[in-house]
């Protein structure tokens, strides 16, 4: 099926789970599950070979050729990536993933011609890097008819499958306990300082034992223990310097940032405690951070119980980031999840929302998601949620204002027809009106630009009501306009409230006795459609910031907003003095112009007022149901499951 998509800023949205994208948009929660989105260029920056740390500016010289040339061998056969020349020389380009990059270009500084190893050997059998193993190596047929097993991987995982080493007088030397600790200090020691520990290792064969056919080639098992160290490397993945802001930005806008890492713990602490992940020395523990080994061999109600306090998971295999967005879901969260590599495909797919990565992230990961980040910056990742809350917070300025209009109109016209028999709002005029809020309105709200206010807002939880309590109150406000109208229509109250003016007495005070009874009927139902109409128009301000004093902030830079209202007016007058005929209106003076105006223009007032009345953060519906399952006992048994549901989210 092709997926709809479009391009917003630096992210594109692919329409495949569309409606998921409001409710994370709004709250949630971004678990990232590649550090790839953190970082620019990865470079190796420390390296230890034949037992000894190197300085990897000048490496060349004090190395062993039979070392260099083996290294070189396995860097250049054992990549995904690629080195170009260009021909007339120039410098060189390397490709492929970040790590592969760095690790290409290191062996290009020791000397490595890329296409001319790969061509002194062939490659005989290959194991893809695999994020579950955490190494990928290749069998290489080399001229004197051995066949040499390269393997390149996480640090100390290939360590442990390494049984010797290559000394400077290149012997090979047995990793003994000593040897052993001190690479193991080594990779600790370049972890602490945020590197990515990358070893590299080989193990010589016979040409006989490997198998010749393809078929058996195909179901080879590549030796992968009594290897022969070669190297180990720290790769520098230099942070964004954006990240630790929008990371902030995320903590402040209540969304709470975890890294799930294939990379050693000891990295992605360094890594987490640079970019504000973790805060402090004293918050960098378990739970909080955990290594993919210990989570896995918890029981599922460990799981769900540690699962919110994690924030940062090391060396963690595929399945470890989809049990923690499992877990995490099943508490109740919204969970966005970033990805790159296809390892990440099934996290991706479980989240609420998946982000992919536009640049470094491979197909399967990008069909897996809704959003890709074109520029596979975490940045990005901040203003998807801006957007996002923007949106939901559009569709319920829009939700609100249509409320207002609906059930003020509903209710004059209900109340006035059944005390009186007379509708004041006829037909035609109740389509204008609807043309306004609907059309009209919906392109004035609905376009509203994301404000920082949205990102300073808590998130909303996943069973939270589209029609919060704020906006339950600023609709009945609003609602006061017309009552002093339905007082009057309802005998009350008649003397002292405006819009009775505009009914009974209103015929008299208008000073309209001396005019057909016809006439005078007109004219105040005309008057009643245009304050109601500039009621609208005013409420309109109100409905863009429904939980803010100043309704016009930022109101001039929303042209179409502005736009929208001067066209509203203009069409008001164009029918309420040309279009008479057509609405059963006549055209009023200057003096009921100003009093339609002024009755819609309390709005503003009321609106402020209605804002420093206090709601509940519970929403009214659970009052209600509290107080409907307190009086029929079967129904509080059929509830009982939501309400819990529902307390666990808040
Ligand atoms: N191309 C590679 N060759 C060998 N080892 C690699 C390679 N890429 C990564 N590694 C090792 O595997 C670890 C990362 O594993 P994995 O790719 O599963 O993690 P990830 O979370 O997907 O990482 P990323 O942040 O790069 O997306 C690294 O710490 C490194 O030691
Ligand atoms: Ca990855």
Redesign the pocket.
């Known amino acids: 099926m092709e997926k709809k998509s479009f391009v917003l800023g630096d992210v594109k949205l692919t329409g495949c789970k569309g409606s998921s994208l409001l409710p994370f948009v709004t709250h949630g929660l971004v678990l ?5 989105l ?2 620019l260029i990865m470079t190796v920056v420390e390296a230890y070979i034949c037992g000894k740390k190197i300085d990897t500016q000048n490496n060349k010289s004090e190395l062993p050729s039979k070392v260099v040339s083996l290294l070189i061998e396995g860097i250049a056969q ?4 690629s080195v170009f020349t260009p021909e007339g020389g120039g410098n060189i380009e390397v490709s ?5 990059k760095a ?1 290409l270009q290191w062996g290009v500084n020791l000397g490595m011609d890329f296409d001319v190893v790969r061509a002194e050997s062939s490659v005989v059998h290959a194991f893809p ?4 193993k ?3 190596g290749v069998a290489v047929k080399v001229p004197n008819s051995e066949v040499h097993i390269h393997w ?4 100390e ?2 360590l442990d499958a390494c049984t010797s080493y290559l000394d400077d007088n290149e012997s090979l030397v047995a990793l003994d306990g000593d040897k052993v600790r001190y690479y193991k200090k080594a990779i600790e020691s370049m972890a602490a300082g945020s590197l ?4 590299i290792a080989y193990r010589a064969c016979k040409g006989e034992t490997v198998p010749n056919d393809e078929e058996e080639l195909g179901i080879w098992q590549m030796p992968e223990d009594d290897l022969v160290l070669l190297a180990i490397v720290g ?1 520098k ?1 230099p942070c964004r310097s954006n990240v630790r802001d929008a990371v902030q930005l995320c903590i402040k806008a209540g969304v709470k940032v975890r890294m ?5 713990l000891q ?1 992605a602490r360094a890594i987490a405690l640079e970019c504000g992940i973790l805060e402090s020395n004293a918050d960098a523990k378990e739970p909080n951070l955990i290594e993919g080994k210990a989570f896995r061999a918890l029981s599922e109600e460990q799981r769900l119980e540690v699962a919110e306090k994690i924030s940062v998971m090391g ?4 399945n470890d ?1 989809l049990l923690l967005v499992q877990a995490l879901r099943k508490k109740g969260h919204v969970v966005a999840v970033t ?3 296809t ?2 495909a099934p996290a991706l797919h479980e989240a609420d929302i998946g982000l992919a990565m536009g640049i ?1 992230g491979t197909e399967v990961a990008k069909e897996s998601s809704d959003i890709i980040i074109l520029d596979d910056n975490f940045a990005s990742v901040v203003k998807v949620v801006r957007w996002g809350r923007s949106v939901y917070a559009n569709i319920q300025k829009f939700i609100q204002f249509q409320l207002t209009v609906n059930v003020a109109a509903l209710v004059i016209n209900v109340v006035a027809a059944i005390s009186s028999g007379d509708v004041p709002l006829n037909a035609v005029q109740l389509l204008w009106v609807n043309l306004i809020m609907d059309t009209l309105g919906a392109l004035a709200l609905a376009t509203e630009p994301p404000t920082d206010h949205l990102m300073d807002r808590t998130p909303v939880g996943r069973r939270e009501p589209l029609i919060t309590n704020i906006m339950w109150r600023n609709l009945l406000i609003q609602l006061l306009i017309p009552i002093p109208y339905l007082c009057v229509k309802l005998q009350a109250l008649y003397q002292v409230m405006v819009l009775n003016v505009l009914n009974f007495e209103g015929i008299k005070i208008l000073n309209l006795e001396h005019e057909s009874n016809e006439h005078a009927k007109k004219t105040k139902n005309t008057l009643i459609f245009n304050a109601f109409v500039f009621s609208q128009i005013f409420n309109e301000f109100n409905a863009r910031k429904p939980d803010e004093m100043n309704v016009f902030k930022g109101v001039t830079k929303n042209r179409l907003f502005m736009g929208i209202i001067g066209f509203t007016i203009l069409l008001q007058v164009i029918i309420i003095m040309f279009l008479g005929k057509f609405t059963t209106t006549v055209r009023l003076s200057w003096q009921l112009w100003l009093v339609s105006v002024g009755i819609g223009i309390i709005s503003w007032p009321l609106a402020v007022v209605g804002k420093l009345i206090p709601v509940s953060r519970r929403p009214f519906s659970e009052y209600f149901s509290s107080i409907i399952s307190s009086c029929i006992p079967s129904h509080r048994r059929n509830m009982g499951g939501s309400l819990r549901g529902n307390e666990e989210v808040l």
């Open positions: 990232r599950s590649t550090k790839r953190w970082v054992n990549t995904t990536g492929g993933s970040p790590t592969e690790i890097f695999n994020s579950e955490k190494r990928g390149k991987g996480a640090a995982i290939l990515r520990c990358v070893a790769l993945d799930v890492t294939g990379d050693n990295t060396r963690s295999s595929p980031k990805g790159d590599g390892n990440d470094q």
